[in-house]
């Protein structure tokens, strides 16, 4: 210190810092309240740095574009779900007018009587044709035989029905018709249509006793039914049945 009171200068060139050192450590109390007050609240904001980094590296895209997918997946679900079904491929071949077999057999007509479309119409039972009509039993749970069907009969122009057996069995309900609709819905090859058969006509013919697993019935462009499959399974003798219904 000088004789005029100014400080010697610092021999460093470093600018003057006036520190004072308290007689009592308890007055710095308050700042260093203050300065953990401070590192929490850094802490905090890496943390949140951390969380939310990956979301706005981008700026607001990647939230919209994660919304717009949730949107589209939801909307493609109640499509699947409640949506209008396809219409079944017409056909031009006119009815086996000599069946050699009685109705409800194999080599015969299906049985004379209607079926009730997803909008509420009404279709003679013998305008199924050519295809495949898949009668699901009570207790049925949907599995990959659904879309494996769905596909053999889109390949060939086929159409491919799905009817619930309404009569319960051994403590097996009926499947709902939605629920029917549901599993269809989960073919990404070909197009199953639900249709209701509340007289249990096809089931009674060919699926007299409800089991657990489904039955299909192979129909010919004429209405004549050539096969009756319990318990499908895929396969090239499946295939080749398939593909016969559209020869001749």
């Known amino acids: 210190m000088r004789s ?13 810092v006036d ?15 203050a300065y953990r007050r401070e590192e929490r609240r850094r802490r905090r904001r890496a943390r949140v740095r951390r969380v939310t980094g ?53 080599g015969g007509l299906l049985p004379a009587g209607n079926v009730t479309l997803a909008d509420g119409s009404v279709k003679p039972m013998r305008e199924m044709r050519p295809g495949v009509i898949g009668i699901v039993p009570p207790g049925f749970r949907c599995g990959p035989l659904i879309a494996e069907l769905a596909a053999r009969t889109g390949a060939p122009q086929l159409n491919f029905w799905l009817v619930p057996d309404p009569r319960g069995a051994g403590g097996r309900e009926p499947v709902p018709p939605k629920d029917v609709k549901k599993c269809a819905g989960t073919a990404h090859q070909g197009a199953p249509l639900v249709v209701e058969d509340e007289r249990g006509l096809l089931a009674a013919a060919y ?9 299909a019935v192979l129909i010919k462009p004429d209405g004549i039914v050539a096969h009756v499959v319990p318990d ?4 090239r003798d499946l295939d080749q ?3 016969d219904l559209t020869v001749g």
């Open 4 to 16: 005029d009171g100014d400080p010697d200068p610092d021999d460093y060139g470093l600018p003057r």
């Open 19 to 33: 520190i004072v050192v308290p007689d009592d450590a308890r007055e710095l109390d308050r700042d260093v309240l």
């Open 54 to 106: 990956p979301l706005t590296r981008f700026g607001v895209a990647v939230p919209i574009i994660a919304g717009a997918l949730l949107v589209a997946l939801i909307s493609g679900v109640l499509m699947t779900t409640f949506g209008p079904q396809p219409a079944p491929r017409p056909t031009t071949a006119r009815l086996a007018p000599n069946p050699t077999a009685s109705a409800g057999e194999v």
């Open 207 to 215: 699926a007299p006793k409800p089991g657990a697993a489904l039955t």
């Open 232 to 235: 499908p399974k895929a396969g």
């Open 241 to 243: 049945k398939i593909k």
